[in-house]
């Protein structure tokens, strides 16, 4: 359950309000792969872009998101090290962390749910498939 004090925000679309009920963050080195991520997400959710992990650890602490989607492969903190660091805050430690890879071998694959990931999307994705996976691990309530 996300927390209470994030449950609703009010953001400003195309000249609307839309009411968010989750806020997700997007770690990905690859400024294409973060902006289509949250091009298929903005609409019903609030997302947050970092370009490598260290960014991605420092906003997801000033800003305790309700599910992380990251990537493996980036420069100055990878995905391995980014949710092995989530994994052993005691803040972020419950938030759900997707990992987004183009690349993943198996023995990565099992590496990462090792250290806690939740699941495992390969790129490319489609948009259904994207939003299918976030809503299983946030409730669909806020990810219609």
């Known amino acids: 359950m996300p927390n209470v004090d994030f449950k609703c925000r009010f953001l400003a679309r195309l000249g609307r309000v839309v009411v968010s009920m989750y806020r997700v963050l997007v770690i990905d080195d690859e400024s294409s792969v973060r902006t289509a991520i949250r091009l ?19 906003k997801a602490r000033q800003n305790r998101p309700d599910l992380i989607l990251c990537d493996l492969d980036m420069p100055v903190l990878d995905g391995f090290e980014t ?6 805050d005691p803040i ?22 090792e250290l806690g990931a939740n699941a495992v999307l390969r790129k490319p994705f489609s948009l259904d498939a994207l939003r299918r996976l976030v809503r299983s691990h946030l409730g669909s309530a806020g990810a219609s």
Do not use: H, T, W
């Not at 298929?40 to 420092?58: C, F, I, S």
């Open 40 to 58: 298929m997400l903005e609409l019903d959710m609030d997302v947050d872009e970092a370009e490598n992990g260290r960014g991605g650890l420092a």
């Open 83 to 88: 949710l092995a660091s989530v994994r052993a």
């Open 92 to 113: 972020l430690a419950r938030v759900p962390v997707i990992v987004v890879s183009g690349l993943i071998s198996e023995e990565d694959e099992r590496r990462v749910m």
